[in-house]
Every structure is written in C-alpha cells, then in structure tokens.
C-alpha cells in the first residue's frame, strides 16, 4: 500500500528547545488575550450601558405579536427588574433578575414546574431605545429589537410576573 503524500507515518520531531519556544508563544499569546480582554473591559467600565427606570418589550422580531418569535416584556426598577418570556400563542414564564455589568442577569422561572434558571442579556451601548416611561434607554438588548407599544397582553404578563 502506497503511502498518501500528504500523510507522513513518521512522528515529528520535536527538540526540548522547540517544546519550550512553543509554550511560550501559547503563553504569551494567552498573556496577550488576558490583557486586551482586561483593558476592553476597564476601558467599557466607564460606559456601562444601564438601563433608566421604565418598563420595556423587546423581540427578536421587530413586528410585535409574531407567531414563532419570542417577546420579553420587563419594568426596571432602580436597577432590578421584572417581567416575562413568552411566545404569542404560547405559554410565558415569569423573569426578575438585576442590571449590572452591561448584561442583565436574569432568573428565568418555568411556568411548568417552577425551575429556576440562571441567564445574562448583554446590553450593547449607544442604541437609544424607547421606554414606555417616555425616557430613552442608552443600551439596545443584543441580538433584541426594542419595541415602542406595549400590548394588552405584555400588560397582562407583567401583572402576572410583578411580585409587588
């Protein structure tokens, strides 16, 4: 059997000086990604899209009440909010969690079972979005459209999942 030439059956060689020239590059490399990664993050510190008090509907649809897209429905409060995931046509779950850190670090809670489930929004900054407060938001949820009406059921929803 003829051999391929783009496989070679012999192991390659490689010396002790390679080995270490080797990890210091991947260490290097890793140091290097640590540092920009940290400077990113000191340097968006000052930034941090937050989120104004007021009560907000996001989908992944623009067009509110589309079937198959999901909607989440919240009021923010000082920082905590509020709210529900649902589907038009479908059931909801209830969602409270807090703004921080340029996410929103929410608790999801299953309406089936009453599970709880840990879940981060990243907030992407200089967006200005609509609040039904008639504020404007300085953040945008990622991958999210910020929709400006409130529906009778988002109305519903947030009085069903409001602990207060």
Same mark, same amino acid.
């Given at each position: 059997?003829?051999?391929?030439?783009?496989?070679?059956?012999?192991?390659?060689?490689?010396?002790?000086?390679?080995?270490?020239?080797?990890?210091?590059?991947?260490?290097?490399?890793?140091?290097?990604?640590?540092?920009?990664?940290?400077?990113?993050?000191?340097?968006?510190?000052?930034?941090?899209?937050?989120?104004?008090?007021?009560?907000?509907?996001?989908?992944?649809?623009?067009?509110?009440?589309?079937? &198959?897209?999901?909607?989440?429905?919240?009021?923010?409060?000082? &920082?905590?909010?509020?709210?529900?995931?649902?589907? *038009?046509?479908?059931?909801?779950?209830?969602?409270?969690?807090?703004?921080?850190?340029?996410?929103?670090?929410?608790?999801?809670?299953?309406?089936?079972?009453?599970?709880?489930? *840990?879940?981060?929004?990243?907030?992407?900054?200089?967006?200005?979005?609509?609040?039904?407060?008639?504020?404007?938001?300085?953040?945008?949820?990622?991958?999210?459209?910020?929709?400006?009406?409130?529906?009778?059921?988002?109305?519903?929803?947030?009085?069903?999942?409001? *602990?207060?």
């Amino acid at each position: 059997m003829a051999s391929s030439p783009l496989r070679s059956n012999q192991p390659a060689t490689l010396t002790w000086g390679n080995h270490i020239r080797t990890n210091l590059c991947r260490l290097a490399t890793a140091a290097a990604a640590v540092i920009g990664l940290s400077a990113m993050a000191s340097g968006a510190s000052g930034s941090t899209p937050g989120l104004p008090d007021g009560t907000y509907l996001y989908g992944e649809s623009p067009v509110a009440n589309t079937v &198959g897209s999901v909607y989440f429905v919240f009021e923010a409060r000082e &920082g905590r909010l509020s709210g529900a995931l649902y589907q *038009p046509s479908s059931s909801f779950d209830c969602v409270r969690g807090t703004v921080a850190n340029g996410a929103l670090n929410l608790v999801i809670t299953d309406a089936y079972d009453q599970s709880e489930s *840990p879940y981060s929004v990243a907030l992407v900054g200089d967006a200005a979005v609509a609040s039904t407060s008639g504020g404007s938001a300085p953040a945008q949820l990622e991958g999210m459209y910020a929709i400006a009406t409130l529906s009778e059921l988002d109305q519903q929803l947030l009085a069903a999942c409001n *602990p207060s």
